[in-house]
């Protein structure tokens, strides 16, 4: 969810995005002061592809320090629950129709979990998934076209 309501995020997801904040805010910012110094002291700004790239790059960190403390201040901390039902925050096991098993993570982009997919509510795997049980076979349209799988397991991340 990435409306008006905020942005779900797994506790850990916070976390990560509150300790990149600040490294940006601290070590960040202070790499950036040293590398436009460092163009400064090579003379003639108007002819310095150094000093111009150091500037871009602050603008875009600067930019990523906005969207990140957005994105904090304004974050729904979820945590799933164990209920046997597929809810924002569990880790599904499904089957193909060729047998082949998968698990998913199923929350928001910004909750990526190492070696695992990311079923996000708002795709269409994400939403056909969302309070399915062990058991339940769920059916979703794509580009590539229709695909289905079976919940073999939900348990919480």
Known sequence: M???QGTWLTPAALDKLKDELEYL???GRDEIVDRIAEARAH???SENAEYDTAKNDQGLMEARIRQLKHTIDHAQIIQADDSGMVTVGSVVTVVDTDGDEMDFFV???ENKMA???LASPDSPLGA???GAKPGDDVTYKAPGGEFTYTVKDVRSA
Request: aromatic share 0%; charged share 10%; hydrophobic share 45%.
């Open 128 to 130: 056909a998934l969302m």
């Open 25 to 27: 805010t601290t070590t």
């Open 43 to 45: 003379g003639d700004l």
């Open 107 to 109: 929350a928001p982009a």
């Open 115 to 117: 070696g695992m997919l």
């Open 2 to 4: 990435t409306d008006n």
